[in-house]
């Protein structure tokens, strides 16, 4: 059984304070409330960016990105210069469901936590739902989490934690659906690597 996960974190962060309380105020370590409550020790995770600054889909070497497709101007890769100025990534047009964009590591990651934001400017193409999926070969594809964005809004950011203990060398956002019926796109991606503090 894995205790990582930030549901269970989070509740038996509240259980340590329960604890805290009924020991008359002695504070005890996380891993002690754990002892307490017969739970073995659970890992501190914390998350990093991995991503190198893109200048290219395959600059710097040895990192690709890719994508379904590409309106012209706004490749893959910049999705991945780690900005928002607009000139991010966008499927063409009438490629929206089942459109995706990629990422190719040098080594394979644990991926923990992804981060996206919608385009800074122009008419809301944000997507509105995606598959985040890993593989190791770049043909067969594990599902990681389903996400669901919550806002069109231009530039808006939102982060998701994904349930992944396993490296991979490719990531990619596999679109279900999207605010706009033409087009989709993503002002920028970040992916996080979960490593244990």
């Not at 964009?101 to 944000?126: C, D, H, L, V």
Request: charged share 20%; proline share 4%; with cysteine.
């Amino acid at each position: 059984r894995s205790y990582s996960s930030s549901k269970t974190e989070s509740r038996l962060t509240e259980m340590k304070e329960e604890i805290d309380e009924e020991y008359g105020g002695n504070v005890l370590s996380y891993n002690d409330t754990l002892a307490v409550l017969g739970v073995p020790p659970s890992p501190f995770y914390q998350y990093r960016r991995c991503t190198p600054v893109m200048t290219a889909n395959n600059q710097p070497p040895n990192n690709i990105c890719s994508a379904s497709s590409q309106y012209t101007g706004h490749e893959a890769y910049k999705a991945f210069r780690q900005t928002n100025d607009g000139d991010g990534w966008m499927s063409q047009n009438n490629n929206v469901v089942n459109a995706w964009i990629r990422y190719q590591f040098a080594e394979s990651k644990i991926i923990g936590r992804i981060t996206i934001k919608n385009f800074a400017t122009s008419s809301p193409m944000a997507c509105k739902k995606f598959i985040f999926q890993a593989s190791n070969n770049g043909t067969s594809w594990t599902d990681l989490a389903t996400c669901n964005v919550t806002s069109e809004t231009n530039g808006a950011m939102q982060s998701f934690d994904i349930e992944n203990n396993t490296t991979y060398t490719y990531y990619r956002l596999f679109i279900k659906e999207g605010y706009d019926e033409t087009n989709v796109a993503f002002g920028q991606i970040c992916l996080m690597e979960k490593y244990v503090a």
